[in-house]
């Protein structure tokens, strides 16, 4: 054999080792369930999305088994043609709607469909709600889900689940991070889709490539391992933290406490006000009814007065509920009910001194929503909706599906 066949030879070989360790590595990180939930695939329209048919255990915050519906959201497998005698309620948002954290029962959504179920005002039809919630996700995704994936299931009223802690963030092409999604932009006065993924046919290839490389378990777990490292180099070697500097949960946003202080900021509201108008008025054309819910964030209804009136001195404000009562304000000029959860559930975690967000194995009052807290929001919102249905019926008794017809 010559040198040369020799050299190409042993590439051969030593690229079949390569190949057959990280397939044996790929087999084994499933079997022994280390890996985590291949749950995630790239969208053409929103960057990612829940991968139809997806399921596994979910155990790095929380301990749940997550399993997602061959129409590619979370829940029971339902028909797109709405069966007679059926209320059907499609909520959008992010990863507190997905609550990925705790069994698909203990979600909102689910608590939501047992509550409004009892509701006098849905004069004994069923209640469907369709949790089409994403991780990550900012309301350019969630009109863009609405737009594409919701209206084949002809719902009859849609929640959009506002999280102010980063959704602001998120909507804003200047503020996010990550660009792997679609933003709205104001170009020439229009509101249109802009941004590297709708500009770029190359960004958006990286980003396809991205994803497609998450369904390796090796590959993920490498990338994990990258992020503990780093992590770790950061907690072992902390750079020094100014006295006046506020400090807030890993992935939240202090700045939204308080009116923008920046044109960043000033555009990422202007952006985030005008998307949920977009959400506004396609479902008023769909002849359904709008609720938005605005969800507490963490330090919101964290049961330590003390620990709450130490983090308003640093940020100056008198309360934790501007980006709330803007939200609210909103919907008063745009004609549409808005819910504030973060009043009540801060009011019940004070009263039972309860941590309504962390779990077992992480940091109390922090994170997503645990199980009481989904219950307590999902009861909270039920009670609303149902009050607001109530009210909006004629006397003598409407079917449910009329009162859901928007007033205008």
């Known amino acids: 054999m010559s040198r040369s066949k020799r050299i190409f030879a042993n590439l051969g070989l030593a690229l079949f080792g390569v190949l057959l360790a990280l397939a044996l590595g790929e087999v084994a990180l499933r079997v022994s369930g280390f890996a985590g939930p291949d749950l995630y695939n790239y969208d053409y329209w929103r960057g990612w999305g829940l991968r139809a048919g997806a399921a596994g255990w979910q155990r790095s915050e929380g301990d749940a088994f997550v399993a997602v519906n061959r129409y590619g959201f979370r829940g029971p497998a339902v028909t797109p043609a709405k069966p007679p005698g059926v209320y059907r309620i499609a909520v959008l948002g992010d990863s507190f709607t997905e609550a ?4 698909y029962d203990q979600s909102f959504c689910a608590v939501m469909q047992r509550r409004l179920g009892k509701c006098p005002a849905m004069k004994g039809r069923k209640v469907q709600v369709l949790d089409f919630g994403v991780d990550g996700y900012g ?5 863009l889900t609405l737009k594409h994936y919701v209206w084949k299931f002809s719902p009859d009223a849609v929640v959009l689940a506002i999280f102010t802690g980063n959704d ?3 909507n804003s092409v200047t503020l996010e991070g990550d660009k792997c999604r679609p933003f709205y932009v104001y170009r020439g006065g229009k509101l249109v889709l802009g941004g590297p993924f709708d500009d770029s046919a190359m960004f958006r290839l990286n980003c396809m490539a991205r994803f497609e490389s998450r369904r390796s378990a090796v590959l993920d777990l490498v990338g994990s391992l990258h992020g503990y490292i780093m992590d770790l180099r950061r907690r072992l070697h902390p750079k020094p933290i100014p006295r006046h500097t506020v400090r807030t949960e890993r992935g939240l946003d202090y700045t939204i406490y308080s009116a923008p202080a920046d044109r960043a900021w000033h555009n990422a509201w202007a952006v985030t006000e005008a998307e949920i108008e977009l959400i506004h008025q396609s479902v008023v054309r769909h002849e359904a009814q709008f609720f938005a819910v605005t969800l507490a964030n963490p330090m919101q209804d964290l049961p330590e007065p003390a620990i709450r009136a130490r983090y308003m001195r640093q940020l100056g404000v008198s309360n934790l509920f501007y980006p709330d009562l803007r939200i609210k304000a909103l ?4 004609d549409f009910p808005v819910l504030n959860l973060a009043p009540p559930m801060q009011k019940y975690a004070d009263s039972h001194h309860a941590f309504l967000h962390g779990f077992p194995n ?4 922090e994170g997503h929503w645990n199980a009481e807290g989904h219950r307590v929001a999902g009861r909270l919102i039920a009670a609303w909706m149902c009050q607001y249905l109530a009210d909006r019926q004629p006397r003598g008794g409407a079917p449910a599906a009329d009162s859901a017809k928007p007033a205008r």
């Open 362 to 365: 992480t940091k109390p009052g």
């Open 100 to 103: 990925q954290q705790v069994n």
């Open 331 to 334: 919907g008063q000029r745009d």
């Open 139 to 143: 309301t350019a995704q969630e009109y």
């Open 168 to 170: 602001i963030r998120n």
